[in-house]
T-cell receptor, first 107, second 119 residues
Framework: DAKTTQPNSMESNEEEPVHLPCNHSTISGTDYIHWYRQLPSQGPEYVIHGLTSNVNNRMASLAIAEDRKSSTLILHRATLRDAAVYYC????????FGAGTILRVKS | EPEVTQTPSHQVTQMGQEVILRCVPISNHLYFYWYRQILGQKVEFLVSFYNNEISEKSEIFDDQFSVERPDGSNFTLKIRSTKLEDSAMYFCASAQTGGGYRGSNQPQHFGDGTRLSIL
């Protein structure tokens, strides 16, 4: 399984944008880039995914580098409810979760 | 919005007993999964299931584990003889398609989990 690298934690102020980075230098040509998040005491929640082009949905935007070796999840205006662990995952029929990035949002 | 539901939310069982965790996936989904998360650790893949058979399983999913889709709606995980180390949150997920080994482009939708406590 291709590996991803994310910062252990990040902090943001409420109402400000947040850019969560992910490195995946060993990504293969057919690997989709998925982002999930896990709020406290809940199951993982799908956020967004993409292959080559940048993607937008109601929750977030995904910016994918031209060489696909890195990507950035963008939350346009962080709220307290966005405090969670964010996972960047490649592939696949099975999801391989790493430790993710703990996002703290300050009011 | 349709969601994956899991019951019970908390299950307490004596070591050595059998336990069945239940899941109702989203109705038009065809791919089903179980994951677990030991307290303070990463979410781990256990098994994927499609067309009434296991499509992939992890090393964790040994002979004491089994999965079944007994009717058109439920998806169950059975642990035959529970051990202390089976204590964890167990998450069920479903997806419209699986997409094969790589290249899945459909999100997996997770339930809120069953907390399994083995005494």
């Amino acid at each position: 399984d291709a590996k991803t690298t994310q910062p252990n934690s990040m902090e943001s102020n409420e109402e400000e944008p947040v850019h969560l980075p992910c490195n995946h230098s060993t990504i293969s040509g057919t690997d989709y880039i998925h982002w999930y998040r896990q709020l406290p005491s809940q199951g993982p929640e799908y956020v967004i995914h993409g292959l080559t082009s940048n993607v937008n949905n109601r929750m977030a935007s995904l910016a994918i580098a031209e060489d696909r070796k890195s990507s950035t999840l963008i939350l346009h205006r962080a709220t307290l409810r966005d405090a969670a662990v964010y996972y960047c995952i490649l592939g696949g029929n099975k999801l391989v979760f790493g430790a993710g990035t703990i996002l703290r949002v300050k009011s | 919005e349709p969601e994956v539901t899991q019951t019970p939310s908390h299950q307490v069982t004596q070591m050595g007993q059998e336990v069945i965790l239940r899941c109702v996936p989203i109705s038009n989904h065809l791919y089903f999964y179980w994951y677990r998360q030991i307290l303070g650790q990463k979410v781990e893949f256990l098994v994927s299931f499609y067309n009434n058979e296991i499509s992939e399983k992890s090393e964790i999913f040994d002979d004491q584990f089994s999965v079944e889709r007994p009717d058109g709606s439920n998806f169950t995980l059975k642990i035959r003889s529970t051990k202390l180390e089976d204590s964890a949150m167990y998450f069920c997920a479903s997806a419209q398609t699986g997409g094969g080994y790589r290249g899945s482009n459909q999100p997996q939708h997770f339930g809120d989990g069953t907390r399994l406590s083995i005494l």
